[in-house]
């Protein structure tokens, strides 16, 4: 099965556009503070601007209210890293979106391995542990390691933000080139 690819930390339409035609599976749109975090409205309108994506709304330490104003979106999926309302994995689920998990839950939908810091690039020690829930890694992929790292491990998903800018914007170059590595791992681990 070809691995899953999700390009993080996207800010307009263009580029959410872009990545969906090259091939990227999920589309992630940032909600809390960081170098890459766009309003819900603006994600919203990316959302209705790219009607084929699968977008994932993404952030950290997540309150009540920002999590029913994301299930509330036409996003796909949640991810939250750092502290989570309670229940919130079945919550996504019961409105129909993926809750993807930061930590190994056997009740999320996928778990993502990221590094501390995430969208930060620094790479992290890539591993896959023995789990029943689908595992997609990131932390300091990018185009020159994720073919690797795919080859090697096998991740069901891959996930990058960093890996794919030029001074800390997203690279339509960059986007190409880690989706056609990913591809080209997929092939040598089979």
């Known amino acids: 099965m070809a691995t899953r690819i999700k390009v993080c930390g996207l800010k307009d339409a263009a580029t959410a556009q872009c990545a969906l035609e090259l091939g990227a599976d999920y589309l992630g749109l940032v909600l809390t503070p960081s170098q890459r975090q766009i309003s819900r409205d603006a994600a919203q309108r990316i959302m209705e601007q790219v009607p084929g994506g699968r977008f994932v709304l993404v952030g950290r330490d997540v309150d009540d209210g920002e999590l029913e104003g994301w299930l509330a979106t036409a996003a796909q999926g949640v991810q939250i890293h750092g502290t989570a309302p309670s ?16 930590t190994l839950r056997q009740d999320a939908d996928v778990v993502l391995l990221d590094n501390p810091e995430p969208g930060s690039g620094q790479a992290r020690d890539w591993q896959v542990p023995p789990f029943t829930r689908p595992i997609w890694l990131a932390g300091g992929l990018n185009p020159d390691n994720v073919r690797q790292v ?13 890996g794919v ?23 040598a681990s089979t």
């Open 165 to 187: 800018e030029i001074g800390g914007e997203k690279d339509w170059g960059l986007i190409q080139r880690f989706i056609e590595e990913v591809r080209r791992g997929d092939k």
């Open 150 to 162: 795919v080859a090697a491990l096998r991740p069901a998903g891959v996930d990058v933000s960093s």
């Open 87 to 102: 229940g919130w994995i079945q919550r996504a689920q019961r409105a129909g979106k993926m809750a993807i998990a930061t």
